[in-house]
């Protein structure tokens, strides 16, 4: 396994423990300021911050050792299928009565913009060579 294998791999578990405890705190909060809706609010803004990070992170894992074409054909399909999903939640949400669209998006924001500095710290910390060593 290369170091650029194993550092997608760190980002995805990292990513994955980070949504666990996001969903850990999100859902006691959620019950707490406003019931059943805010238990809906903090379950659905969980799953679409874990999706938005691990969508992405999965598409690397899979395509990294591919042709430069290939692993962007993998990491813009990934981007494209998770932006659908994620219009089409927001366009089904939109119409639930009660549903609570505050704690929605605070629990959506924080995920997202906690997987976004997860990747950021994983591939900061990396040591990933930039050039391979061949014969001079």
């Known amino acids: 396994m290369t170091e650029e ?5 760190r980002a995805m578990r990292v990513t994955a423990i ?3 405890a996001l969903a850990v705190i ?21 799953a679409i911050a874990a999706l938005a990070g691990l969508t992405t992170q999965g598409a690397m894992v899979l ?26 939640a927001l366009i089904v949400l939109q119409g639930i009565e009660g549903f609570h669209k505050g704690l929605f998006a605070g629990f959506m924001l924080v995920g997202v913009i906690g997987t976004l500095a997860i990747d950021f710290w994983v591939i900061r910390k990396a040591r ?8 001079n």
């Open 63 to 88: 395509a990294h050792a591919k042709p430069a074409h290939v692993m962007a054909g993998y990491v813009g399909g990934s981007w494209l299928l998770k932006m659908l999903i994620i219009i089409i």
């Open 18 to 20: 980070g949504i666990a």
């Open 5 to 9: 294998s194993r550092t997608y791999r």
């Open 26 to 46: 999100a859902i006691p909060v959620g019950l707490v300021v406003a019931g059943g809706a805010g238990l809906l609010a903090a379950e659905v803004g969980v």
């Open 128 to 135: 990933i060579p930039y050039v391979e060593g061949g014969s």
